[in-house]
């Protein structure tokens, strides 16, 4: 796997992996510039593959009604 660049599943797993190591190893320079490429690596290949979609602004009111217990007229 190319340090910064997630292509496949199994190089996420990889990267995850390596990730965990490396948060329990002693900070120094070298760990956290792999760890910060690491994580960033993986970040793009999570957004890649599960992108967040925007809700509407009428979705997000509904959702905030529906936590708050709101009815609306005619429901």
């Known amino acids: ?16 992996l390596r990730i965990e190591v490396l948060m329990d190893l002693p900070e120094c320079d070298s760990v956290v510039e792999e760890l910060h490429v690491l994580s960033v690596a993986a970040e793009r290949y999570e957004d890649k593959l599960y992108p967040m979609v925007r809700p509407s602004i009428s979705k997000i009111i509904q959702f905030r009604e529906e936590q708050a217990g709101v009815l609306r007229k005619g429901s």
């Open 1 to 16: 796997m190319k340090v910064g660049k997630i292509t496949t599943e199994d190089e996420y797993e990889m990267a995850l």
